[in-house]
C-alpha cells in the first residue's frame, strides 16, 4: 500500500503498509499515523529503569541515568544540525535492553567497554560523521581506555 496524503501545511506523505493479511477495499482506504514527541530527561530515565529488572535497578540506575542523558544530548544535536541521519527512541531502548541483558549475564554493573560496545552495537548504521558524533559523546560520560575501544564499527 503506497499512498500520498496532503497535511494541513501541504506538504507530501509517503506512506508504506506492510501487512500478512489481504486487503479488502475497505480495509485499504484506512490508516493511522502515530506521532510521539520525545520523553523529558527524567520519563528517559525511568524507562531505563524499568527495562531493567528489578534485581538490577540499584546497580544500574546511575549507568543508564547518563546513558539518558547522553541520548538526550545527541538526539537534540542530530534533531537541530543533522539532516542526514536519523536515531530514535527505538535506538535508546535497544541499547537499554543490550546494557541490561550484558549486565544480568555478568551479575555486575557495566564496564565503559560494555557500555561502549552496546553504542556501536546500536548506533554503528548511521553515517560515519553522526557515528563520530556519538561515540564522541558517549566517550564524555563514561571514560573508555584505548585499548577497550573496538578497532571497526
Same mark, same amino acid.
Given at each position: 500500500?503506497?499512498?500520498?496524503?496532503?497535511?494541513?501545511?501541504?506538504?507530501?506523505?509517503?506512506?508504506?503498509?506492510?501487512?500478512?493479511?489481504?486487503?479488502?477495499?475497505?480495509?485499504?482506504?484506512?490508516?493511522?499515523?502515530?506521532?510521539?514527541?520525545?520523553?523529558?530527561?527524567?520519563?528517559?530515565?525511568?524507562?531505563?529503569?524499568?527495562?531493567?529488572?528489578?534485581?538490577?535497578?540499584?546497580?544500574?540506575?546511575?549507568?543508564?541515568?547518563?546513558?539518558?542523558?547522553?541520548?538526550?544530548?545527541?538526539?537534540?544535536?542530530?534533531?537541530?544540525?543533522?539532516?542526514? %541521519?536519523?536515531?530514535? *527512541?527505538?535506538?535508546? !531502548?535497544?541499547?537499554?535492553?543490550?546494557? +541490561?541483558?550484558? =549486565?544480568?549475564? @555478568?551479575?555486575?554493573?557495566?564496564? %565503559?567497554?560494555?557500555? *561502549?560496545?552496546?553504542? !556501536?552495537?546500536?548506533?554503528?548504521?548511521? +553515517?560515519?560523521? =553522526?557515528?563520530? @558524533?556519538?561515540?564522541?559523546?558517549?566517550?564524555?560520560?563514561?571514560?573508555?581506555?584505548?585499548?577497550?575501544?573496538?578497532?571497526?564499527?
Amino acid at each position: 500500500l503506497l499512498e500520498n496524503s496532503g497535511t494541513s501545511d501541504n506538504t507530501k506523505i509517503g506512506f508504506i503498509g506492510i501487512s500478512n493479511w489481504s486487503l479488502d477495499p475497505a480495509k485499504m482506504n484506512r490508516g493511522l499515523y502515530v506521532t510521539r514527541q520525545l520523553p523529558d530527561l527524567n520519563e528517559l530515565k525511568m524507562t531505563a529503569s524499568q527495562i531493567s529488572k528489578e534485581s538490577m535497578r540499584d546497580k544500574l540506575s546511575d549507568q543508564l541515568g547518563r546513558v539518558a542523558e547522553v541520548y538526550m544530548e545527541i538526539y537534540k544535536d542530530f534533531s537541530e544540525n543533522d539532516t542526514k %541521519s536519523y536515531i530514535g *527512541l527505538r535506538d535508546f !531502548y535497544c541499547l537499554v535492553k543490550y546494557l +541490561c541483558k550484558r =549486565a544480568e549475564e @555478568k551479575g555486575s554493573s557495566l564496564t %565503559s567497554g560494555d557500555i *561502549l560496545n552496546g553504542v !556501536y552495537r546500536n548506533f554503528g548504521g548511521i +553515517c560515519p560523521d =553522526a557515528n563520530i @558524533k556519538v561515540m564522541r559523546a558517549f566517550e564524555k560520560r563514561f571514560t573508555v581506555p584505548i585499548e577497550m575501544k573496538p578497532t571497526t564499527i
